[in-house]
């Protein structure tokens, strides 16, 4: 499965927004990939992650002990993944704006795969890497359906993206005018 083939997927789905978006890093775009629109398909959702799987399986050397999808947009596929690797999926959610673990427990050295459905910045998943190192789990890989930096942003362990599709984000204080004349909506979860 390449990009052409998860974008199709989106596109089909009506998942690929255009307009003024608030990203979780503060960053503005004219496109938003709302994957909520993907993963209420499970036909869709089981083949990508199948295909995202496979790709892990792949690139991923030795064990895996959990998936952890960070909550809300990692939650769908993060499970889903975890079902084609045979392994438990666990997720992180957020406590007063910081990912925690609050519903599991994970042994030490737990070898950790971590699933999300959009990269960005990466933000999202090297937070997500500070809550389980905290915990003394080792994040072996982290994965996404699509990397919206296309190789761009470093998470700090290796990242397996399904698809790799370049999106413009701009600063809040650099706007090109026809975007600043949008009003700006913000679709995700953090801070709410
Ligand atoms: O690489 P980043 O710059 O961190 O951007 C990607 C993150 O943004 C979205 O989450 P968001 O916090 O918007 O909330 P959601 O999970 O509820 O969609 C998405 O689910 C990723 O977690
Ligand atoms: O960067 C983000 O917050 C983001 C971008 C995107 O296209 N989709 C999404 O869910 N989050
Ligand atoms: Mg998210």
């Not at 984000?169 to 004349?181: G, Q, R, T, V």
Request: proline share 6%.
């Amino acid at each position: 499965m390449n990009t052409d083939d998860v974008l199709e997927i989106f596109r089909d789905a009506g998942a690929v927004l255009e307009g003024h978006f608030i990203l979780t890093s503060g960053l503005r775009s004219p496109v938003f990939l709302q994957k909520a629109r993907v993963f209420m398909h499970a036909d869709k959702t089981e083949t990508l992650c199948k295909a995202l799987a496979e790709k892990i399986r792949e690139q991923v050397p030795g064990q895996i002990d959990y998936v952890v999808g960070p909550a809300i947009g990692g939650l769908i596929p993060a499970y889903e993944t975890s079902r084609h690797l045979g392994v438990p999926a666990i997720w992180v959610e957020r406590e007063q704006g910081t990912f925690r673990l609050r519903r599991f427990e994970i042994e030490q050295s737990a070898r950790v795969v971590i699933v999300e459905d959009i990269v960005t910045t990466g933000l999202s998943i090297r937070e997500t890497i500070e809550c389980l190192k905290a915990l003394g789990a080792e994040v072996v890989a982290a994965a996404c359906i699509i990397d919206r930096s296309a190789g761009k942003s470093d998470v700090g362990v290796p990242l397996v993206a399904l698809a790799e599709y370049e999106v413009p984000a701009y600063p809040a204080d650099a706007l090109p005018p026809e975007l600043a004349a949008l009003p700006a909506v913000k679709p995700g979860s953090r801070n709410m």
